[in-house]
């Protein structure tokens, strides 16, 4: 008895089994949730710039010279720079063994890189003139210079911020897809705040008297509001990045274990090669999802682009060259983005709700690339009403619209953020789940979703200034180009795209994540 009393005490004693250790790992703790708003925040400082370069841009590099047929080929630098650096920072900040954390290095590198890009944008006006451009002539070479190296620097920057961003989001969620939602719903959010933000400032005429010094012989009224929204934007930026990455903190990542193609000491970039090998290997459904994704944003790029210049030129009737006129235009374009923030907002937080109500996750799509379609078209129709309706003073002054004419142009920005909002969220979730059986990462998934976005951008950018000076000038062809493009998509949508499985749908995270 004595003897077997010990046996059992032995046996109570002994480890347990390796296989029992594997099954029942250590419980991790949840991350707060005040950690997950804090870092989904600095999309709001990211988001605010976007907004300021979306609705104000296009105008102020004609005001620097640049013919509005030549305006779209700055906005190349966007997909060239995303299609580059969104990957190379996606593959990296996935293998940083940084005693900063993984995520946080690239995180502030971005905000860091924004902060100069800005500085040279809102003062090219005063550089170019400081460097030696005469006022008195329309093209000023050295401002135009200075901006596009700030353009450039800008959009590296935001892609080096907005990635990390969302892994580090993930690494926090610990796979756990309940809270994984969660932080891209917030960062979702915060994306709406800070267009809003920025979409109401650039809409304001009087910003530049918080900053008497904006304004000055080179600056006009439009630059100085322009420059005083940068200044904004940047001190936004800083104050929720620096708090974000204080109090938010990544333990020094060491991987347990390397294969000899993956060695972080080989000095390869094998980045690009997994990235053309995924999309070799692609499976049907995921090369169905890029080529809806590509007619999509063929559809979204020429309204994104020129969205305010189109209020300023064909609603308001003004000249980017020629006084107020279109200046009130775009003030009005900015008020109708920030409208449209508002509604992708509300949208997104609905978006589980439409997909029940539709039927699935592709007949929701579908369907707002109709209403994205009939929405390009109205603004054919609202041009049009504009031009008849043209007033004009005593004096042979073109007078702003009625307001019968405003209102159906805000309505039209308005709608639109109904599909824009599903255009943000569907895509990538569609993504993670086709491609989960692919072999690549999230990282890499999002990175060959991101082809079917730069490159209709730069179809676009190519072809948009050339197609609608062909056309007589303006903007509205590429809109109806644009139209096509989202009727097309909406019903490849629907007719083609495979519906996702229940055992799928498990793998769901808006957005994605980085493994």
């Known amino acids: 008895m004595e003897?077997?009393?010990?046996?059992?005490?032995?046996?109570?004693?002994?480890?347990?089994?390796?296989?029992?250790?594997?099954?029942?790992?250590?419980?991790?703790?949840?991350?707060?949730?005040?950690?997950?708003?804090?870092?989904?925040?600095?999309?709001?400082?990211?988001?605010?710039?976007?907004?300021?370069?979306?609705?104000?841009?296009?105008?102020?590099?004609?005001?620097?010279?640049?013919?509005?047929?030549?305006?779209?080929y700055i906005w190349?630098?966007?997909?060239?720079?995303?299609?580059?650096?969104?990957?190379?920072?996606?593959?990296?900040?996935?293998?940083?063994?940084?005693?900063?954390?993984?995520?946080?290095?690239?995180?502030?590198?971005?905000?860091?890189?924004?902060?100069?890009?800005?500085?040279?944008?809102?003062?090219?006006?005063?550089?170019?003139?400081?460097?030696?451009?005469?006022?008195?002539?329309?093209?000023?070479?050295?401002?135009?210079?200075?901006?596009?190296?700030?353009?450039?620097?800008?959009?590296?920057?935001?892609?080096?911020?907005?990635?990390?961003?969302?892994?580090?989001?993930a690494d926090l969620c610990i796979s756990d897809t309940r809270r994984m939602r969660s932080a891209n719903a917030f960062f979702s959010f915060f994306m709406a705040v800070g267009n809003i933000l920025g979409y109401a400032a650039g809409s304001y005429n009087d910003l530049y008297k918080i900053f008497p010094f904006s304004k000055t012989h080179a600056c006009d009224l439009y630059c100085a509001n322009l420059k005083s929204c940068f200044i904004i934007s940047i001190a936004l930026l800083i104050s929720i990045t620096v708090v974000a990455l204080t109090l938010v903190r990544e333990k020094q990542w060491t991987p347990e274990e390397f294969s000899s193609e993956e060695s972080p000491s080989s000095g390869k970039i094998p980045v690009f090669g997994e990235l053309f090998g995924a999309l070799k290997d692609l499976p049907r459904p995921m090369l169905i999802l890029l080529l809806v994704t590509c007619l999509n944003w063929i559809a979204w790029f020429p309204f994104i682009l020129f969205d305010t210049d189109w209020m300023g030129r064909e609603i308001y009737g003004g000249d980017a060259n020629t006084g107020k006129l279109y200046d009130q235009g775009v003030r009005a374009g900015s008020l109708g983005l920030l409208l449209n923030s508002v509604v992708l907002g509300l949208t997104s937080i609905a978006v589980e709700y439409l997909v029940r109500g539709v039927?699935?996750?592709?007949?929701?799509?579908?369907?707002?690339?109709?209403?994205?379609?009939?929405?390009?078209?109205?603004?054919?129709?609202?041009?049009?009403?504009?031009?008849?309706?043209?007033?004009?003073?005593?004096?042979?002054?073109?007078?702003?619209?009625?307001?019968?004419?405003?209102?159906?142009?805000?309505?039209?920005?308005?709608?639109?953020?109904?599909?824009?909002?599903?255009?943000?969220?569907?895509?990538?979730?569609?993504?993670s789940i086709y491609s989960s059986g692919s072999g690549a990462g999230q990282g890499l998934s999002l990175g060959v979703l991101n082809l079917a976005i730069v490159v209709p951008q730069m179809i676009v950018s190519f072809l948009a200034g050339p197609f609608d000076s062909l056309f007589g000038g303006g903007n509205l062809p590429a809109f109806i180009v644009g139209a096509v493009s989202a009727a097309v998509s909406g019903v490849l949508a629907i007719v083609m795209l495979p519906k996702p499985s229940k055992d799928d749908a498990t793998k769901l995270t808006l957005g994605g994540s980085y493994h």
């Open 3 to 72: 003897n077997g009393t010990k046996q059992n005490k032995h046996q109570q004693k002994q480890p347990p089994s390796t296989t029992m250790q594997i099954q029942a790992p250590p419980t991790v703790l949840p991350t707060p949730t005040w950690k997950l708003i804090l870092v989904a925040a600095i999309a709001a400082g990211v988001q605010f710039g976007w907004a300021l370069q979306l609705s104000l841009l296009t105008p102020y590099v004609q005001l620097l010279g640049i013919p509005h047929k030549w305006a779209a």
């Open 76 to 169: 190349l630098c966007g997909p060239i720079s995303g299609m580059l650096v969104q990957p190379i920072v996606g593959y990296y900040s996935d293998r940083c063994q940084s005693s900063f954390g993984r995520r946080r290095p690239y995180i502030a590198s971005g905000a860091a890189c924004v902060t100069i890009s800005v500085i040279l944008i809102g003062f090219a006006a005063d550089i170019g003139y400081k460097a030696g451009d005469d006022m008195t002539k329309h093209l000023k070479p050295r401002a135009v210079t200075v901006f596009v190296i700030g353009f450039w620097i800008l959009d590296v920057a935001n892609n080096m911020l907005q990635g990390p961003c969302r892994a580090l989001l």
């Open 359 to 431: 039927g699935g996750v592709k007949v929701l799509w579908g369907v707002v690339n109709f209403v994205l379609s009939i929405g390009l078209v109205m603004t054919v129709v609202v041009s049009k009403v504009a031009e008849h309706q043209r007033r004009y003073g005593s004096n042979g002054q073109v007078l702003p619209p009625s307001a019968g004419v405003k209102a159906g142009a805000l309505s039209l920005f308005s709608v639109l953020g109904i599909p824009l909002s599903i255009t943000y969220s569907i895509p990538f979730a569609l993504a």
